[in-house]
């Protein structure tokens, strides 16, 4: 399984990005989709999650992008999004999409914002946010 992260780039605070995770494979539909990201001089932490298909396709947001993020997926492109919309500098970060099938891991629902439940990671694509 290979993920491709793209859409990162340089943007002005209050402006938006949509970043795109392309995943290889043949089971999409039954990954989780989480974005995760790493700020300068911090440890990488949780953004957002978007359960698999069966799983009715939840949404969990960590509470600083909670109603300014959206992730999504599409299954027919093998795709997971996340749409940023207004952008503060402290979202300044490499971003990192990884995906894997919990159920398989022995993990539920509950662990979909755990760094462990991925084994499956893109490369990282930088968002840098200008005051």
């Known amino acids: 399984v290979q993920l491709q992260a793209s859409g990162g780039g340089l943007v002005q605070a209050g402006g938006t990005l949509r970043l795109s995770c392309a995943v290889s494979?043949?089971?999409?539909?039954?990954?989780?989709i989480a974005w995760f990201r790493r700020a300068p001089g911090k440890e990488r932490e949780f953004v957002a999650a978007?359960?698999?298909?069966?799983?009715?396709?939840?949404?969990y947001y960590a509470d600083s992008v909670k109603g300014r993020f959206t992730i999504s997926r599409d299954n027919a492109k093998n795709t997971g999004y996340l749409q940023m919309n207004s952008l503060k500098p402290e979202d300044t970060a490499v971003y990192y999409c990884?995906?894997?099938?919990?159920?398989?891991?022995?993990?539920?629902?509950?662990?979909?914002?755990?760094?462990?439940?991925?084994?499956?990671w893109g490369q990282g694509t930088l968002v840098t946010v200008s005051s």
């Open positions: 990884a995906a894997d099938t919990l159920a398989d891991k022995g993990l539920r629902v509950g662990d979909i914002a755990r760094e462990i439940a991925y084994d499956y």
């Open positions: 978007i359960s698999w298909s069966a799983g009715a396709g939840n949404t």
């Open positions: 494979g043949r089971a999409f539909s039954s990954y989780a």
